[in-house]
């Protein structure tokens, strides 16, 4: 009876004895090798899975494998318990399993599984991940494309070499411009972040021609280039739906004319419907100084070396540009005191539509204006063969409109000087650009040209100046909506279609971004035409004309420029990004009520009669304006050029307390009135030909009457409507 009252003892510290009511507070008393059951660590979305025992013994219960007595306690214990009855049967298969367990204790502690159980590196790149967009590359056009497709709610990675590259600015320190400012508008009114972004990291902001009509004011703002980065990353990285991935991108996956993802340098795949190449100037990037030359991005960034051939095993066709930009100096070996100050706007004026005017208010910081001369000028001469620009080193094909400072003297030899402009980097740098004196001369050159420009006497060069050539592609191979005509899903933007400039890329990126997004959704695609954006032109131009050089965006080359302005952005585009899903309900409705207000204003403007009292005359001739003999309306008074709607509100006695935009926009339609009438009915014209569309199976080298060479280019340039035909 002793030694049966001692094993019910035993047995009773073992195990739960379940009788009577279980009181929550106790805590549970464990017998000898009861433990509590291990952590489980949530499973990966993807499994490697590797097989250390076959046991093909036949089992008939579980009692084989599972003993009871004292064995039992394992039923708590799943490790224990594999070890215990697996090794029974195969006295390996422990050693076998912790090997494989390294691998999957390194991936719970976030090391590398493949340093744990080498047998891994080589199946590591058969993983899979799949999302609905890729986009490749973060810079100015990949960074508005990821948001666009993952604020519209899909699946999106974006890659980059660098994290420390994202919306990085390689080249100046500004956003906007002429053109450029209206490009940043219309990105903003499609719901891009590249406003937004400025504005928050803008240290100094200036309208450019304001001297000039509305058509080609231009905003121009310069940056904090470390702010301007850091806060577009945090953006990305706090996008819903957004995923950064930083790798290089070596292949794109065709399947059958379609995309079908893109492989990694490390052979990992990354599956999807729709993919947006955006790589700037990165695909076989090479710096040239003199005769220094490195395979490298901009700022010493890493090269992208593998896509290329991809893309030509693909059809594409790529070809070669260049591009430059001037040294960086150190700002204590500046002279200011011999240069002439350029300040900013007194009042800023911000990019995006959503940002408050008066929260950007605030001091702003200085840039500066110098010219080079004759000295600077005979230097680069007696130093051109030196220039590898020259010397035949360099075969990319540089911009025209933004030409190295060895290309100005060479190319207008009557010009005795030429501006330079320093600009200032950030606020905590020292570093200050000089623009308008990019260069891939030596480094002694550079040294003496630079100090022959009054203030830079002394200066010491912080980054040397440098030419890039990168590959890119021949954009007549893309649709308007971005997208290849060979390739679908695949879509293209930035610079790598052959643009140049920051607010070009973003341009492009946007759209391409919702384009990729619509596709995935089977949706039609967003197209913009000359009409209605500089953005409409931007791409047209590209996908239509075979540009040879680096495509930048002018004021001349918008037929339309009244009617596209950069201050009715808003108006003009908003409805697309809301159609699309990008602007909220809100937003919508803010802008369609300031449209109504501006309509009401305009009207009640043209039915204002104004006489010939003493107060209205004396508000005429102090602002140099004929004195009226007989009455007329405040609308004809606006009309005059030496008046506005804003001078001529002292006599208008009942005018209602309205925004300023909704008062800008009052002014400008009245007094262009006529102008804006006749363009309009021009865009009539250019629309019933823009919605004649031609059908995509159209074979124009079966069309008799026409020559070859018609033949031919059509059939390459594929124009989507009879507009285009006419343009092609």
Not at 3 to 28: C, H, L, M, T
Not at 463 to 476: F, T
Not at 590 to 617: A, P, Y
Request: overall charge negative.
């Amino acid at each position: 009876a002793s030694d049966v009252y001692k094993r019910q003892a035993i047995y009773a510290n073992r195990v739960f004895d379940s009788k009577g009511v279980a009181d929550p507070e106790q805590e549970i008393q464990f017998g000898p090798n009861i433990k509590d059951w291990p952590e489980m660590v949530a499973l990966p979305e993807n499994l490697i899975i590797k097989v250390v025992s076959e046991i093909h013994d036949p089992v008939t219960t579980t009692d084989e494998l599972i003993p009871s007595g004292e064995t039992s306690s394992y039923r708590s214990n799943p490790l224990g318990l594999a070890e215990f009855a697996l090794s029974r049967k195969d006295p390996a298969y422990v050693g076998r399993a912790k090997e494989v367990q390294k691998a999957e204790k390194a991936r719970e502690a976030g090391e590398c599984m493949g340093e744990a159980l080498p047998e891994l590196r080589d199946i590591m790149h058969k993983i899979k991940e799949t999302y609905d967009v890729i986009v490749v590359g973060a810079g100015h056009a990949g960074c508005e494309a990821a948001l666009a497709s993952a604020r519209l709610g899909l699946e999106t990675i974006i890659f980059t070499v660098s994290v420390e590259s994202i919306a990085m600015m390689p080249c100046n320190p500004n956003i906007g411009g002429s053109s450029k400012g209206h490009l940043v508008r219309e990105i903003d009114a499609l719901g891009g972040e590249m406003g937004k972004n400025i504005d928050a990291t803008f240290i100094q902001s200036k309208m450019l021609n304001a001297s000039k009509g509305p058509a080609v004011h231009s905003l121009r703002a310069q940056a904090d280039k470390s702010d301007y980065s850091r806060r577009m990353r945090n953006v990305l990285e706090n996008t819903e739906h957004l995923h950064i991935r930083q790798a290089e991108v070596s292949e794109i996956i065709v399947n059958d004319g379609k995309i079908g993802g893109v492989k990694t340098v490390s052979g990992a795949e990354y599956i999807a419907k729709a993919v947006v190449l955006c790589t700037g100037v990165y695909l076989k990037a090479r710096c040239i100084y003199g005769d220094v030359s490195y395979h490298t991005g901009p700022n010493g960034l890493q090269a992208a070396n593998h896509l290329t051939q991809s893309l030509i095993d693909n059809g594409i066709e790529v070809r070669r540009f260049k591009t430059g930009t001037p040294a960086r100096v150190d700002k204590r070996s500046v002279d200011f005191s011999k240069m002439t100050e350029q300040f900013g706007d007194k009042r800023v004026v911000p990019f995006s539509f959503e940002t408050d005017p008066e929260s950007i208010q605030k001091e702003q910081v200085s840039c500066w204006l110098t010219y080079t001369n004759e000295e600077t000028h005979k230097i680069i001469m007696d130093n051109l063969d030196r220039s590898p620009l020259y010397s035949g080193d360099i075969h990319g094909t540089g911009p025209r409109y933004c030409p190295s400072i060895e290309d100005k003297v060479v190319r207008f030899a009557d010009k005795d000087r030429h501006q330079v402009f320093i600009e200032p980097e950030g606020l905590y740098t020292n570093e200050m650009y000089l623009g308008g004196m990019s260069s891939s001369m030596p480094e002694d050159v550079q040294y003496a040209m630079y100090r022959t420009v009054p203030g830079l006497e002394n200066v010491r060069i912080v980054r040397n100046a440098y030419a890039i050539e990168y590959d890119c592609i021949n954009a007549v191979q893309l649709k308007s909506s971005l997208e290849f005509k060979k390739i679908e899903g695949l879509f293209a933007g930035g610079q790598f279609n052959g643009s140049s400039g920051y607010e070009e890329a973003a341009a492009q990126g946007i759209v391409a971004g919702i384009n990729a997004a619509l596709f995935v959704k089977k949706e039609e695609p967003l197209i913009l035409d000359r009409s209605e954006s500089y953005i409409g032109v931007l791409i047209d131009d590209l996908v239509t004309k075979e540009t040879a050089e680096p495509y930048r965006m002018m004021t001349s080359r918008a037929e339309y420029r009244l009617i596209l302005r950069q201050d009715n952005a808003d108006i003009r585009l908003t409805k697309y990004g809301y159609r699309v899903g990008l602007i909220s309900k809100e937003r919508m409705n803010r802008l369609t009520r300031k449209i109504q207000l501006i309509d009401e204003e305009i009207e009640r403007v043209k039915s204002v009669n104004i006489g010939t009292g003493s107060e209205v005359q004396k508000v005429l001739t102090d602002n140099g304006s004929t004195e009226l003999t007989t009455g007329a309306t405040l609308a004809e008074l606006i009309r005059r050029p030496e008046l506005s709607y804003d001078v001529l509100a002292p006599i208008d006695k009942h005018r209602p307390e309205l925004p300023c935009d909704v008062c800008e926009q009052v002014n400008i339609n009245l007094k262009y009135e006529g102008y804006i009438d006749r363009q309009l009915r021009q865009v009539e014209h250019f629309k019933k030909l823009e919605n004649k569309l031609i059908p995509d199976s159209l074979d124009y080298l079966e069309i008799s009457g026409l020559r070859k060479e018609a033949m031919q280019k059509l059939d390459k340039f594929r124009p989507r409507s009879i507009c285009l035909l006419y343009t092609s």
